[in-house]
């Protein structure tokens, strides 16, 4: 073994995973190790610890391109002790011709090796020093546990060696630079006591996401498991999470979500050695609750700076920036430092696109040459080749696609509909032949695809190999300037063929009803290509509909504001396109009278919700089950403007219809009883109201299972009927096992869960279980702070009683600020006279009356 004998580790920035790599395995050995980012704090004189390591014994330097750079400190390192051989191990971690004052070193090479020979090939450097040893050396016996393995540890795997739970994306070979902020992050993340969280924003392109699958690799050897997760919609995160769980074995794969999630968070909290990736996260808030605890470490990439209260933000733009603007700068006379920067950033700092503006610059002014780009793709990297590339960017595109339609046509179509698509991996092994309903006669290929394997197999082998798309698991991805430029070349025809079968596609994809729990794990990767395609490129009535059901899957979620402009956008669309008339057009105004419901727009939603019965009725009769569903739609909005007795008296008139139609026990038929039951509470007839939901909790129980939805829907009002009638017992029971399930199935933060939760705590504080009632109260409120805002009349209600609550249990002081917050939201939000302003007003002024009633 090393018997103890110092060694201090030389290394560029850029190798860092080889120095931490290295040092691991000569500890191991028995070697004393000095590593500057293990042992060197923050303000060190660098220059003074290095010559005073290089006192205390030997240099191990490892050889690369960036150790031998004039700008690195390792220049210091090894200039004071090229006269002292007999301290000098140079080894080989990448292929490097070194100066000529070090070529007539022997440096073994410890890249190309598998783990073992890599190890072996470093302890033997070590071991033989190049001068005539003192004594004999100690060479580490072949098998034999070094020193930390003895002891249970176990180290980093070889540099560049993958985990078997790994899913980060493929390493891009062009990548260059930013040394710096490598070590950067890898400093921020291996230095922290607990989980390190680092956020790398910037302006937007691909070099925050490229920097963090660069560090993925480089330093994969750290890490037993690496997992990406594409966060740029908050509502997608929880599936990709649940994915990781059932990937590392602690979740099955029938595992509800929220089941899989926190099996995930507890397995977390027992390794140390993990990396999460949240690719380009937008809110800190949004990701917040997605954040685990343990010893691992977590990287976010986004273009929001702000993420000060979640994560040590770095700031991705320096290196990779300034080298693109120096490009520009260079080979285009006059042109600012601002305008280079704003081109790069649009350019995605792509070399070839930047050379390529360059060339534009001669003929066009910053300005003009941005709204080119942003208007037409294609045209803007049309010209300008460089010589040291063989054609421009738009040109390799259309080639390319020459050749493959050549090779290919079924897989030419298929990249041209993903051109219309988002830039996320779109689903292709989950696409169900049996839904192509609108396939034409140009569809044979596409259809192949789908439903033949042999055929699926060769198209997405084809695709991956001309490079124009990534295939992995069944999914496909193209490269979203690829992508940009590509649906810009589509000539009229191709466009409209494109459309249809980027129609058929999404049909395909989708899960269906939106409402079935079955469907709910394949949303989450349908839903951003349903959300992103142009509401004009949906050519067929199952492509419509697919996307207002994304729109209904994520609503149910809370994500209205993601869904109001989007359907916004697709009723405005086809209204324009097919008339009052149409089925799609229909379709998107009930939807939307949702989303405007669900916002606060009742009015509107109302109006959308009238205009639509009258038309049901009026083409499709009294009793067609879409006329039924369009007047129960109604009904709910009459509640919500406060005409209760019209509401009451539609849901009756509805309810007696869909008996008929549909039978006593159809879900619709449930639905509508159940919220005829909220009208009979909402207008004080409560006996009535509790009846009818006993007898819909039973049927739904029966006929949708314990877990449904629409069953914990059902059972969460009933449960406030029966505390309302003084039944607090059977309340607090009904409400512990619906806020049970509703975790379960829909997760710790949906808005449902919440509304149970507050109920509950509600009911404890009435049974007088006080602190059981301020613990859930709280907790409540952090999460519809979180999710709805500080002014939604949800959280300030929690707020409020929260407040009742904390003043019961003697914590007058919080309970005085509390109440002071939500009167002045309240006031703000609702108006000085409004009832929920006025009783804060009395619980502040009778702050210690215990009777004071919750709100």
Same mark, same amino acid.
């Given at each position: 073994?090393?018997?103890?004998?110092?060694?201090?580790?030389?290394?560029?920035?850029?190798?860092?995973?080889?120095?931490?790599?290295?040092?691991?395995?000569?500890?191991?050995?028995?070697?004393?190790?000095?590593?500057?980012?293990?042992?060197?704090?923050?303000?060190?004189?660098?220059?003074?610890?290095?010559?005073? @390591?290089?006192?205390?014994?030997?240099?191990?330097?490892?050889?690369?391109?960036?150790?031998?750079?004039?700008?690195?400190?390792?220049?210091?390192?090894?200039?004071?002790?090229?006269?002292?051989? =007999?301290?000098?191990? *140079?080894?080989?971690?990448?292929?490097?011709?070194?100066?000529?004052?070090?070529?007539?070193?022997?440096?073994?090479?410890?890249?190309?090796?598998?783990?073992? =020979?890599?190890?072996?090939?470093?302890?033997?450097?070590?071991?033989?020093?190049?001068?005539?040893?003192?004594?004999?050396?100690?060479? +580490?016996?072949?098998?034999?546990?070094?020193?930390?393995?003895?002891?249970?540890?176990?180290?980093?795997?070889?540099?560049?060696?993958?985990? &078997?739970?790994?899913?980060?994306?493929?390493?891009?070979?062009?990548? $260059?630079?930013?040394?710096?902020?490598?070590?950067?992050?890898?400093?921020?993340?291996?230095?922290?006591?607990?989980?390190?969280?680092?956020?790398?924003?910037?302006?937007?392109?691909?070099?925050?996401?490229?920097?963090?699958?660069?560090?993925?690799?480089?330093?994969?050897? =750290?890490?037993?498991?690496?997992?990406?997760?594409?966060?740029?919609?908050?509502?997608?995160?929880?599936?990709?999470?649940?994915?990781?769980?059932?990937?590392?074995?602690?979740?099955?794969? /029938?595992?509800?979500?929220?089941?899989?999630?926190?099996?995930?968070?507890?397995?977390?909290?027992?390794? %140390?050695?993990?990396?999460?990736?949240?690719?380009?996260?937008?809110?800190?808030?949004?990701?917040?609750?997605?954040?685990?605890?343990?010893?691992?470490?977590?990287?976010?990439?986004?273009?929001?700076?702000?993420?000060?209260?979640?994560?040590?933000? !770095?700031?991705?733009?320096?290196?990779?920036?300034?080298?693109?603007?120096?490009?520009?700068?260079?080979?285009?006379?006059?042109?600012?430092?601002?305008?280079?920067?704003?081109?790069?950033?649009?350019?995605?700092?792509?070399?070839?696109?930047?050379?390529?503006?360059?060339?534009?610059?001669?003929?066009?002014?910053? /300005?003009?040459?941005?709204?080119?780009?942003?208007?037409?793709?294609?045209?803007?990297?049309?010209?300008?080749?460089?010589?040291?590339?063989?054609?421009?960017?738009?040109?390799?595109?259309?080639?390319?696609?020459? &050749? #493959?339609?050549?090779?290919?046509?079924?897989?030419?179509?298929?990249?041209?509909?993903?051109?219309?698509?988002?830039?996320?991996?779109?689903?292709?092994?989950?696409?169900?032949?049996?839904?192509?309903?609108?396939?034409?006669?140009?569809?044979?290929?596409?259809?192949?695809?789908?439903?033949?394997?042999?055929?699926?197999?060769?198209?997405?082998?084809?695709?991956?190999?001309?490079?124009?798309?990534?295939?992995?698991?069944?999914?496909?991805?193209?490269?979203?300037?690829?992508?940009?430029?590509?649906?810009?070349?589509?000539?009229?025809?191709?466009?409209?063929?494109?459309?249809?079968?980027?129609?058929?596609?999404?049909? @395909?994809?989708?899960?269906?009803?939106?409402?079935?729990?079955?469907?709910?794990?394949?949303?989450?990767?349908?839903? *951003?290509?349903?959300?992103? !395609?142009?509401? =004009?490129?949906?050519?067929?009535?199952?492509?419509?509909?697919?996307?207002?059901?994304?729109?209904?899957?994520?609503?149910?979620?809370?994500?209205?504001?993601?869904?109001?402009?989007?359907? %916004?956008?697709?009723?405005?669309?086809?209204?324009?396109?097919?008339?009052?008339?149409?089925?799609?057009?229909?379709?998107?105004?009930?939807?939307?009278?949702?989303?405007?419901? /669900?916002?606060?727009?009742?009015?509107?939603?109302?109006?959308?919700?009238?205009?639509?019965?009258?038309?049901?009725?009026? !083409?499709?009769?009294?009793?067609? *089950?879409?006329?039924?569903?369009? @007047?129960?739609?109604?009904?709910?909005?009459?509640?919500?403007?406060?005409?209760?007795?019209?509401?009451?008296?539609?849901?009756?008139?509805?309810?007696?219809?869909?008996?008929?139609?549909?039978?006593?026990?159809?879900? /619709?038929?449930?639905?509508?009883?159940?919220?005829?039951?909220?009208?009979?509470?909402?207008?004080?007839?409560?006996?009535?109201?509790?009846?009818?939901?006993?007898?819909?909790?039973?049927?739904?129980?029966?006929?949708?299972?314990?877990?449904?939805?629409? $069953?914990?829907?059902?059972?969460?009002?009933?449960?406030?009927?029966?505390?309302?009638?003084?039944?607090?017992? %059977?309340?607090?029971?009904?409400?512990?096992?619906?806020?049970?399930?509703?975790?379960? #199935? #829909?997760?710790?933060?949906?808005?449902?869960?919440?509304?149970?939760?507050?109920?509950?705590?509600?009911?404890?504080?009435?049974?007088?279980?006080?602190?059981?009632?301020?613990?859930?109260?709280?907790?409540?409120?952090?999460?519809?702070?979180?999710?709805?805002?500080?002014?939604?009349?949800?959280?300030?209600?929690?707020?409020?009683?929260?407040?009742?609550?904390?003043?019961?249990?003697?914590?007058?002081?919080?309970?005085?600020?509390?109440?002071?917050?939500?009167?002045?939201?309240?006031?703000?939000?609702?108006?000085?006279?409004? +009832?929920?302003?006025?009783?804060?007003?009395?619980?502040?002024?009778?702050?210690?009356?215990?009777?004071?009633?919750?709100?």
């Amino acid at each position: 073994m090393g018997d103890g004998e110092r060694l201090f580790v030389s290394h560029a920035g850029a190798d860092r995973a080889w120095a931490e790599w290295a040092a691991w395995q000569l500890q191991d050995a028995g070697y004393e190790v000095e590593l500057d980012v293990w042992h060197w704090g923050a303000g060190d004189n660098f220059v003074l610890r290095m010559r005073q @390591a290089l006192e205390r014994g030997r240099m191990v330097a490892l050889f690369s391109r960036a150790y031998f750079d004039t700008g690195r400190f390792t220049t210091e390192e090894w200039t004071d002790v090229v006269g002292a051989r =007999e301290k000098w191990v *140079p080894v080989r971690v990448e292929d490097a011709v070194a100066p000529p004052l070090l070529r007539s070193l022997l440096a073994p090479d410890l890249f190309g090796l598998g783990e073992d =020979e890599a190890r072996a090939a470093l302890l033997r450097a070590v071991a033989g020093p190049p001068g005539t040893p003192g004594r004999a050396p100690v060479f +580490p016996e072949s098998g034999r546990p070094g020193r930390l393995r003895s002891m249970g540890a176990t180290g980093p795997r070889l540099p560049g060696s993958l985990p &078997r739970v790994w899913n980060i994306p493929a390493r891009n070979a062009g990548f $260059t630079g930013r040394d710096d902020l490598l070590v950067q992050v890898r400093t921020g993340l291996a230095g922290a006591r607990a989980v390190a969280v680092l956020a790398l924003d910037g302006r937007g392109g691909v070099g925050k996401t490229q920097l963090a699958i660069e560090y993925a690799h480089r330093f994969s050897g =750290e890490y037993e498991l690496a997992w990406w997760v594409a966060a740029e919609d908050a509502a997608l995160i929880p599936d990709q999470l649940a994915g990781l769980a059932v990937a590392t074995g602690c979740a099955q794969t /029938d595992a509800s979500q929220a089941e899989a999630v926190r099996a995930l968070g507890e397995e977390l909290r027992t390794r %140390q050695r993990w990396l999460l990736v949240f690719d380009n996260a937008e809110d800190p808030a949004a990701l917040r609750p997605h954040l685990p605890a343990g010893a691992g470490h977590v990287l976010i990439t986004s273009r929001n700076p702000q993420w000060h209260h979640v994560a040590t933000p !770095v700031d991705v733009d320096v290196l990779a920036r300034a080298e693109s603007v120096a490009l520009l700068r260079s080979r285009s006379r006059g042109l600012g430092e601002a305008d280079a920067g704003r081109l790069a950033e649009a350019l995605d700092d792509l070399p070839l696109a930047l050379v390529q503006a360059a060339e534009a610059l001669r003929a066009f002014s910053p /300005d003009r040459y941005l709204e080119l780009l942003a208007r037409s793709p294609g045209t803007a990297t049309e010209d300008g080749t460089p010589p040291d590339y063989p054609r421009s960017l738009a040109a390799s595109v259309r080639l390319s696609m020459e &050749r #493959l339609e050549v090779e290919d046509g079924a897989a030419a179509d298929l990249l041209r509909a993903l051109a219309l698509l988002a830039p996320e991996p779109f689903p292709l092994h989950a696409c169900d032949p049996e839904k192509v309903e609108e396939a034409g006669e140009g569809d044979a290929g596409l259809v192949a695809v789908l439903s033949d394997p042999r055929v699926f197999r060769r198209v997405v082998g084809v695709v991956e190999r001309f490079g124009l798309a990534r295939v992995a698991g069944g999914s496909v991805q193209m490269h979203r300037l690829t992508q940009a430029v590509l649906r810009d070349q589509l000539t009229a025809e191709q466009r409209v063929r494109a459309a249809h079968q980027a129609s058929v596609l999404l049909a @395909a994809a989708a899960p269906g009803d939106a409402a079935d729990p079955g469907g709910w794990p394949r949303w989450p990767d349908v839903l *951003p290509h349903a959300l992103l !395609v142009a509401p =004009e490129d949906l050519t067929t009535e199952a492509a419509r509909f697919a996307v207002c059901e994304a729109c209904w899957y994520l609503m149910d979620r809370g994500s209205v504001g993601t869904v109001l402009p989007r359907l %916004q956008g697709l009723h405005r669309t086809w209204l324009r396109r097919w008339g009052v008339d149409d089925q799609a057009v229909d379709w998107a105004a009930a939807y939307l009278a949702r989303a405007y419901d /669900d916002s606060g727009d009742h009015e509107e939603a109302r109006r959308l919700d009238e205009d639509t019965l009258v038309r049901r009725r009026q !083409v499709l009769g009294e009793d067609h *089950p879409s006329t039924l569903k369009a @007047a129960s739609n109604l009904a709910i909005r009459l509640a919500a403007v406060g005409e209760k007795e019209q509401a009451r008296a539609l849901n009756e008139d509805t309810l007696a219809r869909r008996r008929r139609v549909r039978g006593k026990d159809h879900p /619709d038929t449930l639905r509508t009883a159940h919220n005829l039951a909220a009208d009979l509470y909402d207008l004080g007839e409560l006996d009535q109201a509790r009846s009818l939901d006993e007898e819909t909790l039973a049927s739904r129980r029966r006929v949708l299972g314990e877990d449904h939805p629409d $069953t914990l829907s059902t059972a969460h009002n009933l449960a406030m009927r029966l505390a309302i009638l003084g039944e607090a017992d %059977q309340a607090r029971a009904l409400n512990e096992d619906t806020l049970v399930r509703r975790r379960r #199935l #829909l997760g710790e933060d949906h808005p449902d869960t919440l509304s149970t939760a507050h109920n509950l705590a509600v009911r404890l504080a009435a049974l007088g279980v006080l602190d059981q009632a301020c613990a859930l109260g709280e907790d409540t409120l952090v999460r519809r702070r979180r999710l709805l805002g500080e002014d939604h009349p949800d959280t300030l209600s929690t707020a409020n009683n929260l407040a009742i609550d904390l003043a019961d249990s003697g914590e007058t002081e919080q309970a005085r600020h509390l109440h002071e917050d939500v009167l002045a939201w309240r006031r703000r939000v609702l108006g000085e006279d409004h +009832p929920d302003t006025l009783r804060t007003i009395r619980s502040l002024a009778r702050l210690n009356t215990p009777d004071e009633a919750a709100q």
